[in-house]
Nanobody
Framework: QVQLVESGGGLVQAGGSLRLSCAFS????????MGWFRQAPGKEREFVVA????????YYADSVKVRFTIARDNGKRAVYLQMNSLEPEDSAVYYC?????????????????WGRGTQVTVSS
């Protein structure tokens, strides 16, 4: 069984930055592709970014490309999301998810494990 715990959310002004972390425990982290998704009130959960199990491939939603960066540290069993130039539209609960032996996917259905999320609020 895998447990995922997100942290690093908070309130930030537009144009600011936040770094989210997702701590992984339970199984072999390096076997899992990791993804970040977000869900704003009244909206469906949407894909943000994903990284393959090897870290060799990354995939970004067009809305965050250039501004957000995903990275993983297999030694620390963690994945990070650096978010720069934040906009009010980025406000949402951010979730990390794990996909066994995945290459990184924008489809939420392939991810077997999910964290509980961390709130990001960007004020204008």
């Amino acid at each position: 069984q895998v447990q995922l715990v997100e942290s690093g959310g908070g309130l930030v002004q537009a144009g600011g930055s936040l770094r989210l972390s997702c701590a992984f425990s339970g199984l072999t982290f390096s076997n899992y592709a990791m993804g970040w998704f977000r869900q704003a009130p009244g909206k469906e959960r949407e894909f943000v970014v994903a990284i393959s199990w090897s870290g060799g491939s990354t995939y970004y939603a067009d809305s965050v490309k250039v501004r957000f960066t995903i990275a993983r540290d297999n030694g620390k069993r963690a994945v990070y999301l650096q978010m720069n130039s934040l906009e009010p539209e980025d406000s949402a609960v951010y979730y990390c998810a794990a996909d066994w032996m995945g290459r990184g996917s924008s489809s939420s259905s392939v991810y077997e494990y999910w964290g509980r999320g961390t709130q990001v609020t960007v004020s204008s």
